[in-house]
């Protein structure tokens, strides 16, 4: 299994930019980002064909969120812009080595523990 390392969360304002950092040990074929407000169920927010580069996002972020990806590093970055305060939540990144990339949680084999998003009005 993969370790991953989220970092990069913190609190900023509505409208306001965070660049959120997620590093894996090893290769995968798909990484992808979820997210967890309290009371809510895991959301899934983007996820990379690792390979290709080729991203994909949910309607709630597109054209605000975008994943780019350092391979020499095994690190991949969601830089989120113009937040909203719908937009806080705990984020995580996950990995599988299967060859897909799901939107369900239950798809990823490989979970970093989270890292805090808040936004405030």
């Known amino acids: 299994q993969v370790q991953l390392v989220e970092s990069g969360g913190g609190s900023v304002q509505a409208g306001g930019s965070l660049r959120l950092s997620c590093a894996a040990s090893?290769?995968?074929?798909?990484m992808a980002w979820f997210r967890q407000a309290p009371g809510k169920e895991r959301e899934w927010v983007a996820y990379?064909?690792?390979?290709?580069?080729?991203?994909y996002y949910a309607d709630s972020v597109k054209g605000r969120f975008t994943v780019s990806r350092d391979n020499a590093e095994n690190t991949q970055y969601l830089q989120m812009i113009s937040l909203r305060p719908d937009d806080a939540a705990m984020y995580y990144c996950?990995?599988?080595?299967?060859?897909?990339?799901?939107?369900?949680?239950?798809?990823?084999?490989?979970w970093g523990k989270g890292t805090q998003v808040t936004v405030s009005s």
């Open positions: 996950a990995a599988t080595e299967q060859p897909y990339c799901s939107n369900a949680p239950n798809g990823y084999t490989s």
């Open positions: 090893g290769n995968t074929y798909c």
């Open positions: 990379t064909y690792t390979g290709s580069g080729v991203s």
